[in-house]
């Protein structure tokens, strides 16, 4: 997951989740990624970034990350 943290930095800017106040921090956890509209990433890299920043239950692996359309459109 912490590469997840750090592949969004390098897209969008910034982590996916800030705030100094814990609570609204949680809030947005809880909540999922939120993409700025300023900020131009596709609607490939924000379904892989919302199913990477998932509970672990439901979290995709990286297998599954390596088979998604943003990593395949992306790999060298």
Same mark, same amino acid.
């Given at each position: 997951?912490?590469?997840?943290?750090?592949?969004?930095? /390098?897209? $969008?800017? &910034?982590?996916? +989740?800030? %705030? +100094?106040? &814990?609570?609204?921090?949680?809030?947005?956890? +809880?909540?999922? =990624?939120?993409? =700025? #509209? &300023?900020? #131009?990433?596709? /609607?490939? +890299? /924000? %379904?892989?970034? @919302?199913? $990477?920043? @998932? =509970? !672990? %239950? /439901?979290? $995709?692996?990286? =297998?599954?990350?390596?088979?998604?359309?943003?990593? $395949?459109?992306? !790999?060298?």
């Amino acid at each position: 997951m912490v590469w997840c943290l750090w592949l969004s930095v /390098q897209v $969008i800017g &910034h982590l996916p +989740f800030r %705030d +100094f106040n &814990h609570r609204k921090l949680l809030m947005m956890l +809880f909540a999922g =990624p939120v993409f =700025p #509209e &300023h900020r #131009e990433s596709s /609607q490939e +890299f /924000q %379904d892989l970034v @919302t199913a $990477i920043l @998932t =509970p !672990e %239950d /439901q979290r $995709i692996g990286i =297998p599954a990350v390596r088979r998604s359309k943003w990593y $395949i459109m992306n !790999e060298s």
